[in-house]
């Protein structure tokens, strides 16, 4: 069996490992094209190295810029590759334009797509995401998801059951993984000055000034009684610097690898995002999240996790200092074991 897999975002490097990992466990030929779509080395190269994921065998280099001329650039220079690889999979992950794009050049070329994070939705359709993750969804032939809900949501769209493998989330393979390697555990109790961890992409929060600014204010309140470390997104760093928001007493850093942004997580007293991984990666550690957005497109953290949505974001200062940070951990949700990958390998195998 042969494998293409197609990443192209941070948010993909943790999800393709495990299962890479996995295949060449069981000998299969696989072939990484990453499409470039982050092209910073702190958001790309260094994750592969840390990762374990060998160098990709066909980089596209498709930077930045909107969402169409990103997938206008994939869509052209993705063909000629699976023409000349021919692979019986073109396995995609999770929701970013790369997925978008290997799954309709796969789907016209006639080769057959497995999805790997299928099924999630936040009925949403103004996230560029959630448009990805449902056209993802209707090509794929295999459809790999992380939760019980998720594969419950396929079958009520429509979705044939053989098409549907509940297999658990693979993101949690590395996160575990990563977590024995650095010999990391959560403090049993926590200090006053643990800080706050905060991470925001999303365009809904960034590229509007006034709600970017009602955010930074109650980042601003929160950083005069406990410390507030934002890794900034690049650009998030460009819309703050654009619009004039002032960062006073907030810890502002660039992109930080994956390893020390689980190190500042597990010491964190609560994490503020809008990262849908970091929702994962909190549930599965048991570290409260407040997930600055309307709709989540895994309400398995809500309900099995610890993770809560703010829509009014004038609580923000409220809800951190509500936090019960040594609250008891929950178990985390079924097939978040660290066993993902094998299963994606042996359900692709099983076809």
Known sequence: MKLLHVVGARPNFPKLAPVHRAGAVRGVEQVVMHTGQHYDDAMSASFFASLGIP???VNL???????AQQTARMLERMEPVLLEHRPDWVVVYGDVNSTLAAAVVASKLGLRVAHVEAGLRSDDLTMPEEINRIVTDRLAALLLT????ASERLKQEGEPDEQI???GNVMID???RTVQ????SRPATLQDDAPVAVTLHRPSNVDDPTRLGTIMAGLRDVARHRPVLFPAHPRT???LEQAGIGTDGIEMSGPITYEAMLSLVMRSHVVVTDSGGLQEETTALGIPCLTLRDNTERPITITQGTNQLVRDLTAIPALVRAIDAGAP???APEGWDGHAGPRVIEALLAR
């Not at 280099?61 to 969402?67: F, I, L, M, P």
């Not at 992380?146 to 809900?149: L, T």
């Not at 390697?181 to 990391?184: K, S």
Request: proline letters at 10%; hydrophobic letters at 25%.
């Open 55 to 57: 160098e990709p065998d």
């Open 61 to 67: 280099a498709v930077g930045s810029g909107s969402h």
């Open 146 to 149: 992380p939760s019980r809900d």
């Open 165 to 167: 493998v509940f297999v």
């Open 174 to 176: 590395t996160l575990r």
């Open 181 to 184: 390697q650095m010999g990391l």
């Open 237 to 239: 760093q460009r819309q």
């Open 329 to 331: 951990k929950r178990p």
